[in-house]
T-cell receptor, first 112, second 115 residues
Framework: TQLLEQSPQFLSIQEGENLTVYCNSS?????LQWYRQEPGEGPVLLVT?????EVKKLKRLTFQFGDARKDSSLHITAAQPGDTGLYLC????????????FGEGTQLTVNP | NAGVTQTPKFRVLKTGQSMTLLCAQD?????MYWYRQDPGMGLRLIHY???????AKGEVPDGYNVSRLKKQNFLLGLESAAPSQTSVYFC??????????????FGSGTRLTVV
């Protein structure tokens, strides 16, 4: 069973601050995805990273895939209240084909 | 383009009752999935399908059955509901690998309470 551990579980910050969320595993993943989920809705895909060391930017969000493809991070610059939500990382194992394993999520609250 | 539609959105069942959750996607996706989401446990895979007429077990399949008779629909059945099946259920679909990788498209969920 592949496990993904996210940290921190909860994060409450003020508008304008920077933050980083981590996603770690002892397993190697062929790709890793980040989703954001708002209350009462399903998760929405933010990004997919597939190459070790890959960095992708989405406006104020920066995603990095570890060189060994076992971990990932999400960095948000100058957080805004609209960034509030549950952030989930999910990995596709090298042998699990189309199935994703999800982390437990990081609940981010950005206070105005 | 509706994406992934789940019905119903809310349901309360008594222990022992049965029900079927319906998932419909209009994106011609091959793969479909059923997950349950519980506090502190994240999203756990119940069953999935890699194409019309196929199904496979996920991480937590006990107490559930599925069918994929049509490519666009994936049904999740509870034959005899138990309080432990109280959860939020999400359906997701994905296309075959495309440029830049692939990702799931999720429905908005079904909140099920078993009393």
């Amino acid at each position: 069973t592949q496990l993904l551990e996210q940290s921190p579980q909860f994060l409450s910050i003020q508008e304008g601050e920077n933050l980083t969320v981590y996603c770690n595993s002892s397993s190697v993943f062929s790709s890793l995805q980040w989703y954001r989920q708002e209350p009462g809705e399903g998760p929405v895909l933010l990004v997919t990273v597939v190459t070790g060391g890959e960095v992708k930017k989405l406006k104020r969000l920066t995603f990095q895939f570890g060189d060994a493809r076992k971990d990932s991070s999400l960095h948000i610059t100058a957080a805004q209240p609209g960034d509030t939500g549950l952030y989930l990382c999910a990995g596709a194992g090298e042998t699990s084909g189309s199935r994703l394993t999800f982390g437990e999520g990081t609940q981010l609250t950005v206070n105005p | 383009n509706a994406g992934v539609t789940q019905t119903p959105k809310f349901r309360v069942l008594k222990t022992g009752q049965s029900m079927t959750l319906l998932c419909a996607q209009d994106m011609n996706h091959e793969y479909m999935y059923w997950y349950r989401q519980d506090p502190g446990m994240g999203l756990r895979l119940i069953h999935y399908s890699v194409g019309e007429g196929t199904t496979a077990k996920g991480e937590v399949p006990d107490g559930y059955n599925v069918s994929r008779l049509k490519k666009q629909n994936f049904l999740l059945g509870l034959e005899s509901a138990a309080p432990s099946q109280t959860s939020v259920y999400f359906c997701a679909s994905r296309q075959l690998r495309g440029p830049g990788g692939w990702g799931y498209t999720f429905g908005s969920g079904t909140r099920l309470t078993v009393v």
